[in-house]
């Protein structure tokens, strides 16, 4: 991996030597030059250490950078095929995109363990969110530290860089100064004068890269595409894999020859569709083992493929990436969708809008996702519904336009094994293209997401914020606060719906903006110094309810001993119709009831101490005729928006009946495997029985029939519905009575 600048030589048998060996000094390159790249990206703000009760360190950070030091290993390649002996190097970025930590060393990795522990110590302690690390095999300089991850600030980033393989450090230098004769003064490469004064490659390559973000205005997708392309068509056969960082996001790229096996490179994420939450995501060249946990999903990067994993663990592939100067605005893109409701766009498209035969139906058969349904459209009277791919003859899809898809699957296409999928070699929408044109005020605008860095909303609206009235979002809801006509304020502290805490925007995704006055016309902004982003909420697993299109939002104001609280729920009737975590308050509830049956929403509690779950039939309610809290019951109107107080432990002031259940528990707690649960009722009454994973899956149907009032006991015995034993870990007893549900947490511990 180094280049050396030979000097002029004027007898022919001598340069006929020097050809000679630089062809077999390549070839030999070429086949051997395989140093092993790791970058690991904490999302949602969550570190790499042991952040907010998630054990990341040990069951994700701590594996992968063990396996990165068994890969740089001093045996010769006849014992062991991980053969990286030339240095190791390690960095670290903090939540503030700033880099905090370097280390680097010179001899193996496996073999220089009191420095690399000390490394290892750092990273734990600094709390990092990405972390890079490099084991070298050098082609030719030795005895200098790894010069990789390579870093250079850049417009107010610290950018870095990992590289395996052997590019043309000639042609690339060539590349550079034809471009921009002054770039190496201002970026003077890395000389070894002892060495002969050879420059490494990979610095020159990130030279390239570099560059080529300054020439596209900070644009990395289209400066990566700009920099691979020359080098893609003039040599396809050339190893290019690598990883950017600018320490927000992660890109990496894999292209080696066409039939090679050698220099693998695969990204692995965890899948956490049940909490709706992302912790962490990673690029390695060989895995700590076949997958890390029962969520996390693994996939090799196709040749001359980039993947881009945000901050909030976006992911976007954009497979056959470097192409020649007739397709240079053209990408290829692999989608992914959840199960339930998804609020996407399609910001990757042939032109600016394309029949949906071609991608909404690729989605229609239940192994790639089972589309059910589609509803797109722009103020009330324009959204359309199709169902039973009704959408064929009916609608075009639109760059610029947010549609709801609703699914009875996940998707996989995300992580599909084949380059093909329903949108190749597609137009990406121009940043600076006006998303909306005209805008009138008040009027709810059902837009596509076309950035692809993910931001906070206040940046991504740049310049238009002030006049931002409301965005709702999949998971979330922003508006504006209300004006009290008489002033003062609600309370001491805003409402959730007010904050732009935890409220990021992703790539692909679709959102509803209304907007408080007309403007001429709308664009995205692309902020280059965004705030630290936030994380996202982690869904409840005491509650189990369905997605629909439409919600409502409830901002939850006050509570009393809120800091007891682990979870609410909403209920309409005996259904749940939505629920929140409650890390902090105050806090929000996205809740989908039925709007065609309607009847008072209820509010049930699960503490995270052993006082019992309660109900709430009974709230106070803000009430805008007078701007004040006042008894009352939410009646949900779709769209609406409601600021409530709950009182203490539970409300018997309602027409219902008072709760008949009493305490839960179980002993032992933990158990292995058995465990007896005893609950007490007031009164006999029906109750049905089950047992959730931490997931919100229902493990266990323990059945439905009449108890007695008074203490009842039943036998768990650690079995699943199939007769299976579960695994060690958190499960919930939920026991449903006609007019009430209450929630208790055990504990399997083998």
Excluded at 388 to 407: G, R, S, V
Aim: hydrophobic content about 35%; aromatic content about 12%; overall charge negative.
């Amino acid at each position: 991996m180094w280049s050396k600048q030979f000097k002029n030589m004027s007898c022919s048998s001598n340069l006929k030597t020097i050809v000679l060996f630089l062809t077999l000094f390549l070839t030999v390159s070429l086949l051997s030059a395989d140093c092993k790249l790791m970058a690991l990206i904490g999302t949602n703000s969550y570190g790499l250490s042991a952040p907010n009760g998630v054990n990341t360190w040990e069951s994700f950070t701590e594996p992968c950078l063990d396996k990165l030091q068994s890969l740089g290993s001093n045996v010769p390649p006849t014992y062991s095929p991980n053969y990286n002996p030339d240095g190791w190097g390690l960095i670290s970025y903090d939540q503030d995109h700033s880099i905090n930590g370097d280390w680097r060393g010179t001899a193996a990795a496996l073999n220089d363990p009191i420095n690399w522990d000390a490394a290892v110590s750092d990273i734990q302690n600094l709390n990092s969110r990405i972390v890079l690390g490099h084991v070298r095999k050098s082609t030719n300089i030795q005895g200098i530290p790894d010069p990789h991850p390579f870093i250079r600030s850049y417009g107010g980033r610290e950018y870095s860089f990992i590289h395996n393989g052997v590019v043309d450090s000639l042609v690339v230098r060539d590349l550079i100064t034809t471009a921009d004769p002054n770039w190496f003064n201002l970026y003077p490469p890395t000389h070894y004068p002892t060495q002969g004064y050879e420059v490494v490659d990979s610095e020159y390559y990130f030279l390239w890269i570099l560059l080529n973000i300054h020439q596209n205005d900070g644009d990395i997708v289209q400066a990566l595409k700009a920099a691979l392309t020359p080098l893609y068509i003039d040599n396809n056969n050339a190893t290019l894999n690598f990883v950017l960082s600018d320490g927000m996001d992660l890109y990496a790229y894999r292209n080696c020859s066409a039939n090679s096996t050698t220099h693998p490179l695969a990204y692995f994420y965890d899948q956490q569709n049940t909490i709706r939450n992302h912790f962490h995501s990673g690029v390695m060249s060989i895995f700590p083992a076949a997958n890390f946990g029962d969520t996390t999903i693994t996939h090799k990067i196709d040749r001359n493929e980039l993947v881009y994993i945000s901050s909030t663990n976006n992911i976007v592939r954009l497979p056959d990436f470097a192409n020649d100067s007739t397709n240079f605005t053209y990408y290829a893109h692999k989608l992914g969708f959840h199960q339930g409701v998804n609020w996407s766009g399609f910001p990757i498209m042939v032109g600016n809008g394309t029949g949906p035969i071609s991608i909404l139906n690729y989605f229609t058969p239940i192994e790639r996702g089972g589309l059910t349904s589609v509803i797109h459209g722009g103020d009330e009277d324009e959204v359309s519904h199709f169902a039973d791919e009704e959408w064929t003859n009916n609608i075009n899809l639109n760059q610029k336009q947010l549609y709801k898809l609703t699914f009875t699957d996940d998707s996989p296409s995300i992580h599909t094994t084949t380059t093909i999928g329903p949108i190749q070699f597609a137009k990406l929408i121009d940043p600076s293209e006006q998303i909306l044109s005209s805008v009138i005020a008040n009027q709810p605008y059902w837009v596509s997401y076309t950035l692809l860095p993910s931001q906070n909303i206040k940046d991504a609206f740049g310049d238009s914020w002030s006049n931002v009235k409301s965005v709702r979002a999949e998971d979330w809801f922003y508006s504006i606060p209300l004006v009290n006509p008489k002033g003062g304020s609600l309370g001491s502290e805003p409402l959730y719906s007010w904050t732009t805490k935890g409220k990021n925007m992703d790539f692909g995704k679709g959102y509803i903006v209304t907007f408080k006055n007309n403007q001429d016309s709308f664009t995205w902004n692309r902020s280059y110094a965004p705030e630290p982003l936030t994380s996202g909420k982690e869904k409840a697993v005491c509650f189990t309810w369905e997605d629909k299109p439409d919600y409502v939002v409830i901002d939850l104001v006050d509570l009393e001993n809120a800091s007891s609280v682990a979870e609410i729920g909403v209920m309409q009737g005996d259904t749940c119709i939505g629920a929140v975590k409650t890390d902090e308050f105050p806090c929000q509830i996205l809740a989908y009831p039925d709007f065609e049956n309607p009847s008072p929403l209820t509010f049930e509690i699960v503490y995270n101490t052993k006082a019992q779950p309660s109900s709430h039939y009974a709230y106070e309610m803000l009430d805008l005729n007078n701007f004040a809290f006042n008894d009352g019951q939410i009646i949900a109107e779709k769209d609406g928006l409601y600021q409530v107080k709950l009182n203490g432990n539970g409300s018997g002031d309602s027409d219902r009946a008072v709760g008949i259940i009493r305490a839960i528990s179980n002993y032992p707690n933990p158990f292995n495997p058995n465990t007896n649960i005893s609950f007490t009722l007031t009164a006999k009454a029906e109750a049905n029985i089950l047992i959730y994973n931490i997931k919100g899956q229902i493990v266990r149907e323990m059945g439905r029939k009449p108890y007695n009032a008074g203490i009842n006991t039943i036998k768990w015995d650690g079995r699943d519905s199939a007769n299976n034993p579960v695994s060690s870990g958190i499960y919930f007893i939920r026991i449903n009575t006609e007019s009430e549900s209450h929630t208790h947490k055990m504990l399997m511990l083998k």
